[in-house]
């Protein structure tokens, strides 16, 4: 799928058939979430593959918008590690690279996917980082659901040229 | 250029041709900003196109890694209005999701861009706000510099296998 046509016709997900995406899916699509630019190259991200359906539950549980998450066939969290970054502060921005990376390259490969947020909420992020038993340093940004596609969406319409500005504001 | 291969071959390209980048590419690539995912589906993003090198080179003076700028054909500006977001302090990642949108789009249509860092350096942000006009609830998270390639890189070997955990860290 042509690069431009999978950004503008990608849409959020949340509605898998019973297919199984592959280990090979999966790690392409971490390739592609690792190729993402990040701040001074720092790449300061890990990921945690996660196919255990008790732990995706528990987080459905806990989470407002993430009742997709029983029916995924898969999922990704993704975070860094602050130790890793070369510009303090600029993780979410790194990890947002990837997960949009990600997101897209699920497209790409007929899957169907959504970002389920964590960061900055920090009601969340307690429970995630006891039920992956994070290390301190190491912040979750996001989860991504993601499973073959049970429901059709057209592309959106989020173009808004008023947004858009010329030279100054 | 397929999305897979795009994500996988995208570098940041820092030399550019003096042939210039049209209006219809600008909005292309603006509509692939736009089709990015954000949280609550707020679209929080507002861009400011910059062809003006004045503008440009007053960047490079004051960034210390934007000396690409007054050699790029069009830069633009990613910023983010806090009374535009449904789930506040989320627009970082809103925004990041749109610059690597750009980055891709750019690439797709045979340009070369860069990823120019502004928040949360709060060393930049004033300068940069005076700048463009920007509005107090307007924060800017990127700037894009761009043109066509005078660099030729070939892919990045960014896969670390090690960055890859299993149901938990």
């Known amino acids: 799928m042509d690069v431009l046509e999978a950004i503008l016709s990608r849409r959020s997900i949340r509605k898998y058939t ?3 995406v592959t280990d090979e899916e999966v790690e392409l699509i971490l390739q592609a979430a690792m190729a993402a630019p990040s701040s001074g190259n720092a790449r300061p991200w890990h990921f945690i593959v996660i196919r255990d359906h008790n732990t995706m539950d528990e987080v459905a549980r806990m989470h407002p918008y993430a009742g997709m998450l029983p029916n995924a066939q898969v999922s990704i969290l993704v975070c860094a590690d602050e130790k890793l970054e070369n510009h303090p502060g600029r993780w979410p921005q790194d990890c947002a690279a990837a997960t949009e990376n990600i997101l897209l390259a699920a497209h790409g ?3 169907g996917a959504v970002w389920i947020g964590l960061h900055p909420e920090i009601d969340r992020i307690p429970l995630i980082r006891k039920l992956f038993d994070l290390p301190l340093t190491v912040h979750p940004l996001s989860l991504v659901a993601m499973g073959r596609p049970n429901e059709k969406k057209l592309p959106p319409h989020r173009f ?8 100054k504001w």
């Open 18 to 20: 019973t297919e199984p």
């Open 109 to 111: 490969l007929g899957l």
């Open 160 to 167: 808004k040229p008023e947004r858009i500005h010329y030279e």
